[in-house]
T-cell receptor, first 116, second 115 residues
Framework: AQKITQTQPGMFVQEKEAVTLDCTYD???????LFWYKQPSSGEMIFLIYQGSYDEQNATEGRYSLNFQKARKSANLVISASQLGDSAMYFC?????????????FGAGTRLFVKA | EAGVAQSPRYKIIEKRQSVAFWCNPI?????LYWYQQILGQGPKLLIQFQNNGVVDDSQLPKDRFSAERLKGVDSTLKIQPAKLEDSAVYLC?????????????FGPGTRLTVT
């Protein structure tokens, strides 16, 4: 079964507008972490934002915010005031505990296109 | 501080040949990860080290893939013999600790093409 689901293969947004990238997850753990990474065409993975399962407030980092709805098991990324440089692949990831340590599982990603 | 270093950046080999990738994590980072990212997919964890011990290698195709982390610092990932389906980007990442909220820092990746 898919642990991390990103249902939007591609998204378009007009420059300066806000966009929401969807992510749902599946876990039976009580303690887990949710991450969003950006991957430009150059290939490096850039950490954007983190939300812990026990955090009551939604995480925010500059123009990035994470809309965390625990009961619905969703962790959507909101990018405000989109910029041309935001065009990239975006990956949602979940880190959960396993025997001997923690494991990170990535979704399939959403490609964001920002239009001028 | 210096980031995660990987080499080579690109490699083209024929099927059945062998190849090795090298990773130098951020200084002081105890946990090191190797991911395989096939085109159009998210990264998939191949192996995770805590210092020089293996924490998770459940998704490593052990008949052809091997990895080691000598002295708990640098790591090498080897494929022998390579198959066409091994064409992918191999990402190395490191983190200070192995805990739920810890951020992973990724290297630039090695793009492998198997012909």
């Amino acid at each position: 079964a898919q642990k991390i689901t990103q249902t939007q293969p591609g998204m378009f947004v007009q420059e300066k507008e806000a966009v929401t990238l969807d992510c749902t997850y599946d876990t039976s753990d009580q303690s887990y972490g949710l991450f969003w990474y950006k991957q430009p065409s150059s290939g490096e993975m850039i950490f954007l934002i983190y939300q812990g399962s026990y955090d009551e407030q939604n995480a925010t980092e500059g123009r990035y915010s994470l809309n965390f709805q625990k009961a619905r098991k969703s962790a959507n990324l909101v990018i405000s005031a989109s910029q041309l440089g935001d065009s990239a692949m975006y990956f949602c990831a979940m880190r959960e505990g396993r025997a001997g340590g923690f494991k990170t599982i990535f979704g399939a990603g959403t490609r964001l296109f920002v239009k001028a | 501080e210096a980031g995660v270093a990987q080499s080579p950046r690109y490699k083209i080999i024929e099927k059945r040949q062998s190849v090795a990738f090298w990773c130098n994590p951020i200084s002081g980072h105890a946990t090191l990860y190797w991911y395989q990212q096939i085109l159009g997919q998210g990264p998939k964890l191949l192996i995770q080290f805590q210092n020089n011990g293996v924490v998770d290698d459940s998704q490593l195709p052990k008949d052809r893939f091997s990895a080691e982390r000598l002295k708990g610092v640098d790591s090498t990932l080897k494929i022998q013999p390579a198959k066409l389906e091994d064409s992918a980007v191999y990402l190395c990442a490191s983190s200070l600790l192995n805990s739920v909220g810890i951020e992973q820092y990724f290297g630039p990746g090695t793009r492998l093409t198997v012909t």
